[in-house]
């Protein structure tokens, strides 16, 4: 498909070597995509991969993994013309990518509602925390516990839906989640998210009402962290809360840059990608 004066194409396994080269110039905003690719390949039905090409050289990555698209486009040349004739087959309920590249998409989807969050990468390791709680790790059998749990978290309530997805996600080791439980009951969870070559997304980060000021998320997410280097990963996650009530910057972490999605106007959840 010609757009532009480029050419885009679906990727196939042949294609594996030179994205990753292109997306691992900025694996911090290239996660998902990268996880992705590297858990689900080219040959699965949900997901799609194309590659914006000219004379040999990438310009964009374009990944549908089921009805969301994420993009990335390291000088900003997003492919409107390709994403028009995308949409008419092929309507997301979310875009996300680098807040730039996802401003470029504000024109062929206006009636979406946008939002920025800030991506932190781990920089600052001797910040981390001790566990001065009984950190546990998470079996299957916790995870009642763990989706009751999120279910009362607000702005948890719209990303763990499902019950069978958080006992998938133990059993088969897509993710770690820690756990942090007082008198029998769940007070502070924590879990590993998508996971690439090169960096590992945290999320599910929330505490009960009752437990706060305790710094049970903080020794949660260091624990998780300590996980991730040892692999030799960086630790990334989104957050959208000021620096000054940022328990991430108080534990290491700095700004890397904007992450930004578009959300269909019916589909908008409380807080997406929030940890």
Known sequence: MKTGGLMVRICGEKDREILIRYLKQEAVYNTFMLADISDFGF?????????????????GVYLCFYKNLILYSKENEVNL????????GFVPDVVMGKTENIDCVREVLKDYTGESKVLYLLEETGKLLDEAAEVLKAQPEDADD?????QNIPEMRQLYTSKEMIVDRIQKNCGTHYI?????QLVAHANSAAESDFTVMIGGVATAQSHREQKLASQ????????????G???CLFCSREENHNLYVRI????????????????????????
């Open 81 to 88: 013309p390709f994403l028009e004739n995308l949409f008419f």
């Open 233 to 235: 990963k960086q630790p």
């Open 146 to 150: 763990i989706f009751d749990f999120l």
């Open 252 to 275: 290491g972490f700095k700004k890397a840059g904007l992450w930004g999605t578009l959300v269909k106007a019916e589909k908008i959840p409380e807080n997406i990608l929030e940890i």
């Open 180 to 184: 942090i439980k007082e008198g029998g």
């Open 220 to 231: 949660l997410v260091s624990r998780l962290c300590c996980d991730i280097l040892e692999k």
């Open 43 to 59: 040959d699965e039905e949900f997901q799609t991969v194309y590659m914006d090409e000219e004379e040999g050289k990438i310009k």
